[in-house]
């Protein structure tokens, strides 16, 4: 009699549990940058922007669809750094930055599955060059050609994406001195498929310590975010070859007095199958302060102004890596 009850309870609670996932159950917003979307001062354009906002301010994340990712670039990419990641090692790891975190990551005992490499002002020739010079000293003019296709498009899609942030917030007039100051960093990242008995996890939850960051991934799953109410949700919507989630990094949150908050995000390994992404960070090349128009009695400051090369550096030291919040600990009020 006991353990029927006891069997019962768990039935219950499983029942339940499942009934509340599904009632929770959280999707990212898709949202379409397509031409007829991105004129400024049209109607679609202001119907965008305020899908962008809801969203960013809901999950802190969405998925664009931007149709200039073809599927030509989009196989480019991903050819691109299959031939980059069967490199040996010992040119891999020739993956170096005076920056703190731009470099090779990889072979770490905790997250067996991850190996990554730093491109700095990716979204530049230059930028792809230097880094294409180290991995192929005899050049690979095809490689820097399908990556700079792509990092020139996500560079795109993370502007409007923050143009549309600041006009909704009535600070349109600060925006091009930021994108000016902006420098990206691309990532690029494959995570091997998990041995049977073998941990899942390809990457830890942690916040993005950019202002923006735009991801894209071959076809295989395992981006989850972390939701407000705390449930973990996979992104599933990445199967176009145009779709690229845009989401939010710790200067952002600061900048916007905590109104878009940066989403904690992990990476789990379902297939069996090799996962390619590749993300680009925006990082501001100056002092990111918090307007003073999103600073009223309702909204008081919540973040001194910061350096935010310095912030990356704070955060690359052992002992702030494991912060609740890396940036609140930086520069909080
Ligand atoms: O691979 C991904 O989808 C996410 C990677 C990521 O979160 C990061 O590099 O910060
Ligand atoms: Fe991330």
Redesign the pocket.
Known sequence: MHIKVCIHEQQQYNLRHTFMGSLTLHKLPVIEFTDKNLKPGTESWSKTCNKVVSALEEYGCFVAIYDKITQEVHNGVFHALEELFDLPIHTKVQNKSTKPLFGYVGQIPLIPLYE?MGIDDANTLEGIHNFTQVMWPNGNAKFSENLLVYTKLAAEVEKIAVQMVFESYGVGKYHESHISSANYLC?V?K?REPQINENKM??VS?T?KSFM?T?H?NQVD??EIEAKDGEWFGVHDLISPSSI?VMAGDAIMAWSNNRIKSPH???TMEGKEA?Y?I?Q?SFMEKIVKTPEELVDDEHPLQYKPFDHLKFLEFYSKEENRRLESAIRTYCGV
Do not use: E, K, N
Request: positive net charge.
């Open positions: 990554s990532r990242m995570y390809g990457f942690h993005d960051s991801i991934q395992g981006l989630v995000h992990r990476v996962r992404s993300a960070f």
